[in-house]
């Protein structure tokens, strides 16, 4: 997952906001809209070079701030425990009473398993 | 909650890793050790001054971040979800199976209605 498009997107969704205008419009564009570099110096009148130092600016900046506070690893993790809260919770329409609290009880293990 | 000890102590958690070393141990030092300035100084082998500074210059980083990013807001949402869907879940052992259904729908609209 580290190098998917999934990752960049992230990245640029948890962190952008800390990015220079330029790095997070050049990242955006394109690892989010798909434009091409030579579009991407079109659309912000800037050169290939620029848009691809931005980029790779960008790139730089989202991955180093990932790597020493790891928000988006803790916040997967709380994420993955609310899929499979949900699914748990689905079966209990469909199921007996007896049923119904072991899901319950497994649910509440999942809570308490999250990291604080 | 903005300016409350608790607060202070999310965004060193947080964001405390993109603060500069000697910043993020003045800055526990004081909001979570609760040591005054002097004894602050005397650890670090620095003055009161640069103490103070170190302090201040965390305490505006942490902040921006945040109000940049947004993640401690967000990452509370999803905590207070999961406190309401704990206490929801505790709730079934007791209950008759129709119950046991309406919880299991409540559980699913708090899960659906939290924000990506």
């Known amino acids: 997952m580290e190098d998917s498009r999934l990752m960049q997107s992230m990245l640029l969704d948890f962190y952008g906001a800390l990015l220079t205008d330029k790095q997070r419009q050049c990242y955006d564009l394109h690892y989010n809209e798909d434009l091409s570099l030579s579009e991407i110096a079109e659309q912000c009148g800037i050169s290939r070079q620029g848009v691809w130092d931005n980029i790779r600016r960008a790139e730089s900046a989202l991955k180093e701030i990932e790597e020493k506070t790891g928000l988006i690893r803790r916040f997967q993790g709380t994420r993955e425990a609310l899929k499979s809260i949900r699914k748990q919770a689905e079966q ?23 990291e604080d």
């Open 92 to 114: 209990i329409g469909s199921m007996t009473q007896g049923q119904s609290r072991e899901i319950a009880g497994q649910i509440l293990r999942e809570i308490d398993g999250l």
